[in-house]
């Protein structure tokens, strides 16, 4: 079953904008941390940025300062604005969500993925 609902994939050329959004409504445990990863084509998925509930934020070094993480913990939303896009952030963007769940422990889940395409 999918957990996780991703949107706001899309081409755009370089210097745009574009705001992905993550739906983990579906999940009923608790949450305690949410985050984005990207797998561009011949590479290892890598991590772009996390937060936890606390609110504490980690990015990777080729996205500081172009990219943003939130979440709304109340609606179990998580967002990443991507600000100055370049090309080789060209890549499927995975949402990622981690929960506590009672009697099992903690778990994973993982979007679908969104393609983000930037190019002239």
């Known amino acids: 079953q999918v957990q996780l609902v991703e949107s706001g994939g899309g081409l755009v050329q370089p210097g745009g904008s574009l705001r992905l959004s993550c739906a983990a409504s579906?999940?009923?445990?608790?949450?305690?941390?949410m985050g984005w990863y990207r797998q561009a084509p011949g590479k290892q998925r890598e991590l772009v940025a996390s937060?936890?509930?606390?609110?504490?934020?980690n990015y990777a070094d080729s996205v500081k300062g172009r990219f943003t993480i939130s979440s709304d913990n109340g609606k179990k939303m998580v967002y990443l604005q991507m600000n100055i896009l370049k090309p080789e952030d060209t890549a499927v963007y995975y949402c990622?969500?981690?929960?506590?769940?009672?009697?099992?422990?903690?778990?994973?889940?993982w979007g679908q993925g969104t393609q983000v395409t930037v190019s002239s």
């Open positions: 579906r999940i009923i445990f608790s949450i305690n941390y």
């Open positions: 990622n969500v981690g929960a506590s769940i009672p009697t099992v422990g903690f778990q994973n889940y």
């Open positions: 937060i936890t509930t606390g609110g504490s934020t």
